[in-house]
């Protein structure tokens, strides 16, 4: 059964803390994204990744940054968390996509963060 | 621009009522695709379907049905006979053809709640 975890269901921290929100795909997916969730805006997309080391802006980078050292594992970044930043953080992955079109994203289970 | 509308921010209906809920997309592209994912209160999005452009045929899986029309740029999904199980919130999504990265915008869903 293809499976995308998060580290934590929920996080509670402190503004002006580093923050980082860990994802892992057991599904060997190229592709790897970041979008968090709030009410009335759907989900707006942070990072993505399209291959181990590469990585690019989505609609709203500011105030975060990715890593992905491993194909399995995609880390996102609060270089210094703000009370803003206090949302649902959702992970996905894909495989490249058949005859060049977007492949089904599976979801972790997300984690709620709440920065104060 | 691509863009994904989803009118429809909370719907209310009785148990074994049939419910639509709308998307309208805006897209340049003539290649490109279509989802429907349904997150429950558990928070962990579910792939329901994919969707191309080329493909106008109505799909009907089960209690779920899909209308592409793509003269209104509309790709509705209809539950019949609904049921308290299918209380979730509802996200279309649209994809570009072609690139590595498979980037989806979504729209800002839409709420339902089946009553029993």
């Known amino acids: 059964d293809v499976k995308v975890t998060q580290s934590s269901r929920y996080l509670v921290k402190r503004t002006g803390e580093k923050v980082f929100l860990e994802c892992v795909q057991d599904m060997d997916h190229e592709n790897m994204f970041w979008y968090r969730q709030d009410p009335g805006l759907g989900l707006r997309l942070i990072y993505f990744?399209?291959?181990?080391?590469?990585?690019e802006k989505g609609d709203i980078p500011e105030g975060y940054s990715v890593s992905r050292e491993k194909k399995e594992r995609f880390s996102l970044i609060l270089e210094s968390a703000s009370t803003n930043q206090t949302s649902m953080y959702l992970c996905?992955?894909?495989?490249?996509?058949?005859?060049?079109?977007?492949?089904?994203?599976?979801f972790g289970p997300g984690t709620r963060l709440t920065v104060t | 621009a691509q863009k994904v509308t989803q009118a429809q921010t909370e719907i209310s209906v009785v148990e074994k009522e049939d419910v639509t809920l709308d998307c309208v997309y805006e897209?340049?592209?003539?290649?490109?695709?279509l989802f429907w994912y349904k997150q429950p209160p558990s928070g962990e999005l579910v792939f329901l379907i994919r969707r191309n452009s080329f493909d106008e045929q109505n799909e009907i899986s089960g209690r779920y049905s899909w209308n592409f029309q793509k003269s209104t740029s509309s790709f509705n999904f209809t539950i019949t006979a609904s049921q308290v199980v299918d209380s979730a919130v509802y996200f279309c999504?649209?994809?570009?053809?072609?690139?590595?990265?498979?980037?989806?915008?979504f729209g800002t869903g839409t709420l339902l709640a089946v009553q029993p």
């Open positions: 996905a992955s894909s495989s490249p996509g058949l005859a060049g079109g977007p492949d089904e994203q599976y």
């Open positions: 897209t340049r592209d003539t290649t490109y695709y």
């Open positions: 999504a649209l994809g570009n053809y072609g690139g590595a990265t498979n980037k989806l915008i």
């Open positions: 990744s399209y291959d181990v080391k590469m990585k």
